[in-house]
């Protein structure tokens, strides 16, 4: 018999994982929303040409990673799954003339990107991104508010020692000659560059400079430095970007080696790291400001920046930092009976408790009630509510499985009792703790 798994690099998230999933998407959500930034969703893929336009023909994305559709004769275009989400919400913002709106258009989006990479620890093929746009603001103040946001993310989801890396790659008027003169300097150097690297020197030079290869690492540091060479207005607003993190209170390391991949990127480009692992490509997150973009995929000039901070590798750093698995999810009450065949009696009233927001679980096997009592326990439930005899009064036994307690309710009130002695409950927990955190002699 065949055996089905899921495809290489990409993995299933069951229910003991997806509850860590589930917080860190609110707290995404959370995030935006406290920020002003709106939720957007586009599709998970699009024409090829959007990303290789907006990524860059001459990307490892594009060139290697692209997860690419075959096309299907009847409409003869190349589509191809997203591999990261600015080229496709920009695509968006243009067609649907989201120009004419009030700018920045700031936008959040949380899912699933595609890479065909090598799969190994911390990259897969199918990975997540929470990712924030600001289309419209030349900054510089909102390039220093976004990535306040970035690190915010990262210590509410409970992270520490996220290291902020910074660097200006400039814009069209500087650029070019700073890419002329990298591109010299290499050249010169050319008998010390691996055959990779001095392959594409000639297509993508700036790549050069963020690569891992130790050999390059020890020339790069005497690389010409792009922040040496930046033109006026983009050295003003690189320093005006510092200015407004000291003011915010990020701290930040400057990082001349530090170009991101991605062609349409200008000027402010920044990865979050923990620290010390800034070698190991194992960027928590990154983004950066993309002037040029919405040019390039057909709309006015306009610019905009944005960051992707993947998710994956959040939850690898909270775990290897010891963070706590979230709580399972436990059913507040669980309705069981004597009569293991009357299905029908406690589905129907879990189905009314469930009407009334009470999150309830009916035993529909045909076990006997001492089983049906252990597996409501098991599940953590708070109550068991038992059907027996009482049931021709009109009345169920409510067993508190947390106090060991047990009394008789009628049916018509059983929710208003439940959700009033849950909450009364819960109450009584919050009290507990905050007296301990308190540590103070008990006032009464
Ligand atoms: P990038 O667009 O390459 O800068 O990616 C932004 C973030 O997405 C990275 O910092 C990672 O956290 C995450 N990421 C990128 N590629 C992968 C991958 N193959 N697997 C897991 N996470 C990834």
Not at 150 to 175: H, K, M, Q, W
Not at 414 to 433: N, S, T, V, W, Y
Request: proline share 7%.
């Amino acid at each position: 018999m065949t055996t089905f798994r899921a495809a290489r690099g990409t993995r299933d998230l069951l229910p003991t994982e997806t509850p860590r999933w589930s917080a860190l998407e609110r707290l995404a959500d959370d995030l935006a929303t406290r920020y002003g930034y709106r939720r957007i969703e586009t599709p998970m893929l699009e024409q090829t040409a959007v990303f290789e336009r907006g990524v860059g023909e001459v990307t490892d994305i594009v060139e290697k990673e692209l997860f690419r559709i075959a096309p299907r004769s009847e409409d003869g275009e190349s589509w191809s799954l997203r591999p990261e989400p600015t080229a496709g919400i920009v695509r968006a913002y243009v067609q649907h003339g989201m120009q004419t709106w009030p700018q920045p258009v700031k936008l959040a989006m949380t899912g699933p990107m595609f890479r065909y990479d090598r799969p190994q620890a911390g990259r897969y093929r199918q990975f997540w991104q929470f990712d924030i746009e600001a289309i419209g603001d030349a900054g510089p103040a909102i390039d220093a508010e976004i990535i306040e946001l970035g690190t915010r993310f990262y210590a509410e989801a409970g992270l520490t020692g996220v290291e902020v890396l910074v660097n200006s790659i400039g814009d069209p008027a500087c650029r070019p000659a700073y890419i002329a003169e990298l591109t010299g300097w290499y050249r010169e150097r050319g008998t010390r560059l691996p055959p990779f690297e001095l392959e594409r020197l000639a297509r993508n030079p700036l790549r050069l400079l963020d690569s891992k290869d130790p050999a390059m690492v020890a020339l790069n540091a005497d690389a010409p430095r792009i922040t040496d060479r930046l033109c006026d207005d983009c050295a003003q607003h690189f320093a005006t970007v510092q200015e407004h993190l000291h003011v915010l209170g990020v701290p930040f390391r400057l990082e001349p080696g530090l170009v991101r991949g991605l062609d349409y990127y200008t000027r402010t480009a920044f990865e979050f790291y923990i620290a010390g692992r800034e070698g190991q490509q194992q960027a928590l997150g990154g983004g950066g400001r993309y002037d040029g973009l919405v040019e390039l995929l057909g709309g006015r000039p306009t610019p905009g920046i944005g960051f992707g901070i993947g998710l994956d590798r959040l939850l690898i750093a909270l775990d290897e930092q010891g963070a706590k698995p979230a709580a399972a999810i436990a059913p507040v009450a669980v309705v069981v009976g004597a009569d293991p065949d009357d299905t029908v009696g406690r589905l129907r009233i879990a189905t009314e408790l469930r009407a009334t927001g009470i999150p309830a679980r009916a035993e529909l096997g045909r076990r006997k009630l001492g089983k049906q009592l252990e597996a409501a326990a098991r599940d953590q439930a708070h109550f068991a509510i038992i059907l027996g005899d009482e049931l021709t009064s009109g009345d169920v036994q409510v067993r508190d499985l947390q106090a060991g307690t047990q009394k008789l309710v009628p049916v018509a009130g059983l929710a208003r009792e439940i959700a009033r002695a849950h909450a009364a409950h819960r109450h009584g927990l919050a009290e507990q703790g905050a007296a301990g955190a308190a540590r103070g002699p008990d006032p009464a």
